[in-house]
């Protein structure tokens, strides 16, 4: 590349900027990048052998093979090919999603146990949005006074808007349930923030995430990741008639086929009306 190897982290993080990559995700490839110069560049040296004993080790995670993709491209390395795994023993087992019943469980656990978790996962699940958009929500970006005013005016339980910012900063608008922006109203009232600028949550992705994995076991005895909780609202929503193009627009995808992956079938309750018909 002709620079001195002390500038290839600065200049890869340049990098990642320029694709308009998600702060969160940048930070996660940097800390791959410092274990892969530690474990294979510095010991080794970027050989297919060790690249693919690399890949073995975190099991050809998508997130791993996104990163060493993206480094590869950096230094323009096209001699590096990345494997996946092929055959029956490796085929990927359908995941399951937590229902309905379950996600209130988590909530209901978090909010007695932590308010500001709970009523994170509760946002996350009610619009089934990524865990940096919720965690990046600003004090501006929830309308809450346009909300007291509307509900003042009409009497009425409604929804509030939020806006959220997606992948590649993009902006999009949502709908929270009444229920949540009544427990906001109480979470600000006891938190103030300082600013209109200034996030409403203070707290990170690990917490989090450690957060609801402890709220699943306690709830549940089970574990699921904080993603499929987007999932299980897609499939919610495809359940009660929304078509793909509505999803579409609410999970903020660009492309429908993203969407389709998703959508995860109910197999016991289609078991159920097919032996009802």
């Known amino acids: 590349m002709g620079v001195n190897e002390l500038d290839v982290p600065e200049l890869f993080q340049e990098f990642l900027k320029l694709r308009k990559m998600a702060d969160s995700s940048i930070e996660c490839y940097m800390r791959y990048y410092r274990e892969l110069q530690r474990e294979i560049i ?8 060790a690249i693919n004993k690399w890949l073995g080790i975190h099991k ?5 093979r996104a990163f060493l993709k993206s480094y590869l491209e950096f230094i323009d390395d096209r001699t590096i090919r990345l494997y996946r795994a092929t055959g029956r023993a490796n085929l990927k087992r359908e995941r399951p999603v937590p229902t309905n019943e379950e996600v209130k469980a988590i909530i209901e656990d978090l909010l007695i146990r932590n308010e500001k978790f709970g009523i994170i996962i509760a946002i996350i699940y009610d619009c089934a949005l990524r865990r940096t958009e919720v965690l990046n929500i600003q004090r501006n970006d929830l309308k809450l006074n346009a909300w007291r005013k509307i509900r003042k005016e009409s009497g009425d339980r409604i929804r509030g808007r939020l806006i959220v910012r997606g992948k590649g900063n993009k902006q999009r608008s949502v709908w929270l349930d009444s229920s949540i922006m009544e427990l906001l109203e109480v979470y600000l009232a ?10 409403i949550f203070k707290t990170n992705r690990t917490s989090l995430t450690q957060a609801y994995h402890k709220a699943c076991r306690r709830a549940l005895g089970r574990r699921y990741r904080l993603h499929d909780l987007r999932k299980s609202k897609a499939t919610r929503w495809n359940r009660e008639g929304k078509t793909l193009e509505q999803i579409k627009i609410r999970l903020g995808h660009d492309s429908i086929k993203t969407t389709e992956l998703y959508i995860k079938p109910d197999v016991d309750s289609e078991m159920e009306i097919w032996k009802n018909e």
Do not use: A, M, Y
């Open 42 to 49: 510095d010991k080794i040296g970027l050989e297919q052998l």
């Open 190 to 199: 006891r938190n103030p923030v300082k600013s209109n600028t200034e996030r």
């Open 60 to 64: 050809n995670h998508t997130q791993i």
